[in-house]
């Protein structure tokens, strides 16, 4: 079974501290990872999405980068404000048929 | 136009009601999907529509029903629905090109309370 795994569950920093979630998957396979925010009770943000050839995208102070062989992926933060605080949920595309996986999301506060 | 519309914002309905959701996008976008998201859970794919065809129905109960009347619409018609059905309903998009699905963009949902 293709499972997505994000750990840890909730992230709790000071402003401008750099941060790391974590995204692991079952199946070296993907043919696509996309990092998303969600805000309570909102619909879902893109923030960065990582074709199966990449190994990494930037945006602003967001960074992804993914490594197939180990099955994982990170999202870097850096200087993180208030914000920031929001769910972050990664969804991985195993095949090219438009199916998405997704983790149960890591919730980040980021106290003034 | 870079987003995705989702009417109404929130719906409530009883068990013997019928009603829809409706979504819409006009960025081209080629492929349409159906999410369900309980709180604190991550959403949940029901149904994708590829070229305006049903590609996957992840066994969604047929009290349940998707519709893409043209490539910038997608309906989720609901019959009889339980309590248990309340949830957040997202509708997403992505472009398709040559059969390749590319990143998805999320409408902010619908709040649906079944009594």
């Known amino acids: 079974k293709q499972e997505v795994t994000q750990i840890p569950a909730a992230l709790s920093v000071p402003e401008g501290e750099n941060l790391v979630l974590n995204c692991s998957f079952t199946d070296s396979a993907i043919y696509n990872l996309q990092w998303f925010r969600q805000d309570p009770g909102k619909g879902l943000t893109s923030l960065l999405l990582?074709?199966?050839?990449?190994r990494e995208q930037t945006s602003g102070r967001l960074n992804a980068s993914l490594d197939k062989s180990s099955g994982r992926s990170t999202l870097y933060i850096a200087a993180s404000q208030p914000g920031d605080s929001a769910t972050y949920l990664c969804a991985v595309t195993f095949t090219n048929a438009g199916k998405s996986t997704f983790g149960d999301g890591t919730t980040l506060t980021v106290k003034p | 136009d870079t987003e995705v519309t989702q009417t109404p914002k929130h719906l409530v309905m009883g068990m013997t009601n019928k009603k829809s959701l409706k979504c819409e996008q006009h960025m081209g976008h080629r492929a349409m999907y159906w999410y369900k998201q309980k709180a604190k859970k991550p959403p949940e794919l029901m149904f994708v529509y590829s070229y305006e065809k049903l590609s996957i129905n992840e066994s969604v109960p047929s009290r349940f029903s998707p519709e893409c009347p043209n490539s910038s619409l997608l309906n989720l018609h609901l019959h009889a629905l339980q309590p248990e059905d309340s949830a957040l309903y997202l509708c997403?998009?992505?472009?398709?090109?040559?059969?390749?699905?590319?990143?998805?963009?999320f409408g902010p949902g619908t709040r649906l309370t079944v009594l």
């Open positions: 997403a998009s992505s472009l398709l090109q040559g059969g390749t699905y590319n990143e998805q963009f």
């Open positions: 990582i074709q199966s050839s990449q």
